[in-house]
């Protein structure tokens, strides 16, 4: 069972636990019946029974509502929900020192209990592990306490069938520097640490370019300390007065766990159930980078926006800093970040929104020039239908998204009378210059599916754009709507499995994005496939398939052998047995 049964799941919303008589929401209407669901709450590390355990419960069939009513697990670790009607239903489970979990929950998947004529409701196990917890502490170089630091969460775990490292929190230390993310489930995490020195406040852009032009091209000892860090003259205190003394302009490099300057040097600690991990940093301070953008002369006199990104884990992972940034007479003056490898973006220079993308080295005093306007990416373009043409389509949310990750929105709209609008309906813009591979997809309505492209000006396999970025590039993109479902069960030795990673994959899995389908099987071993394009697939039921990349085709290749083969066409099939492997 997945949230919503949508093809692409959306993120599992925790619904907070109180305690008996202080919900601070309406519990949704109870569905009356003679049967009930009985079962027991055990620790995930050494199977102890749990007392206190909050449960909650809601039917299956609006996983989004509200749950009809929370009880609490008895001294033994049991619990009981009665007068249940028919059908079937989702338990989630909270205590102190454990995160909150769905029954069998696997990333935003989980299997429902069946209650009704012969289904076993009453032998419900629900194994509940263990929070486990990250804290430290972040200190500066004279061991004091670093307030204010911004503390990011990662995780790398499988998630559709591909390893993927993101970003999962944010922490803020405390007035004694330290952090904590607790309820954390079984994985791999790492932390990454941004700050900046509490003096650094008090200098402004404008002095440290002042001080840039002293050290103009020469090194003057007038603009260092004596260990060669710059300094910023006559920067303002608190009451708006002049400090006596000069403050060192410096900045805390992003660090990544254990010290790392990148995230390709960045450790993982294996969390497991119960586990507690420390992960100090200490920041030592660092004269700052600068980078100079001089624009040439001529052109309508507009100076671009400049932004540095960094590079970040996960995809589609950069991230803009924000350092200090002062303009004048054709010079762009950039301040207040750490040396390093930076990815240059500018904006709106010369009517040119596509802006220019450039990796550059930063360290000490670097400068950028912009010769000329930077070129834009050709826009790509087309019509946008439906296969049949029996229904036009009113409007649909269109995305590409590049080989980096980053991806690119428009919107198509028919008229105001429902019929589609005159061709060519859709236009990408503000694309990368030079040869680029995008993915096509429909991200909106969830049940259209694109089955066809066409393409003057690019290469196209399935759903997969190639372009050389010297040509525009008009398409003709036919959808259509997905309404075959597949219900079956899956059966181990037999009997119906509960809690295995149902996969449904299409025989041709090139270059088509959104046609692969996943659920997990209930308590009854049954599961449902939704939206399904027609066309030949291949069927798979893993008892043990959560942690495997099966979107690698070497990965999933042993697997499909004893897959069971498919042809899907505009009607449902009939129920189907697929044995777990």
Known sequence: ??????????????????????????????????????????????????????????????????????????????????????????????????????????????????????????????????????????????????????????????????????????????????????????????????????????????????????????????????TGVPVIRGASDSRGGETQTSLPDVVYPTLFYPNARDWHGMAWMNLEAGQVEGADFRLLPEPSARLQVKVSEGGNGQQPNVVLMMDLPGEGGDRAITPNVVSDSGVIEISGFAAGRYRVQTEGWRGNDAGLQQEIDISGSSQLRLEQAPPGGRPIRGEFRRADDEQKIEHAMLQLKDAKGLTYDTMYYGNAQGQASPAPNFRFENLPAGPQVFEFTVLQPADLVVNKIEAEGAKVTGTTIETDGSQEVNLLVTAVQTSSNLEGTALKQGKPFAGAMILLIPETRKGWDRLERRDQSDSDGTFRLPTILPGKYALLALENGWEIEWSKPEVLRPFLARAQKLEIGERPLNPVTVEVQ
């Open 1 to 226: 069972m997945n949230l919503l049964r949508a093809p692409q799941c959306a993120v599992l919303l925790a619904l907070a636990l109180p305690a008996r008589g202080q919900l601070p929401f309406q519990l949704s209407a109870r569905p009356t019946g003679p049967y009930e669901i009985r079962g027991v709450v055990v620790d995930a590390k050494t199977s102890e029974r749990l007392s206190g355990a909050e449960l909650s419960i809601q039917e299956s069939a609006q996983p989004s509502d509200p749950a009809f009513e929370i009880i609490q697990s008895n001294p033994n670790g049991n619990f009981r929900f009665a007068n249940l009607a028919e059908g079937k239903y989702t338990l989630r489970a909270s205590r102190q020192g454990y995160a909150q979990q769905a029954l069998l929950q696997h990333e935003n998947f989980w299997t429902g209990v069946a209650v009704g004529v012969g289904k076993d409701s009453l032998h419900v196990r629900f194994v509940l592990s263990p929070s486990a917890t990250i804290k430290g502490q972040v200190t500066d170089e004279n061991g004091e306490a670093v307030r204010g630091a911004a503390v990011t969460l990662w995780t790398e775990q499988v998630e559709n069938g591909t390893r993927n490292m993101t970003g999962t929190g944010t922490a803020v230390t405390d007035d004694e520097g330290r952090y904590r993310f607790e309820h954390l489930l079984t994985g791999k995490y790492s932390v990454s640490v941004t700050a900046t020195p509490w003096y650094s406040r008090y200098i402004t852009p404008q002095q440290v370019a002042a001080e840039s032009i002293l050290r103009s091209n020469v090194q003057s000892s007038r603009g260092a300390n004596a």
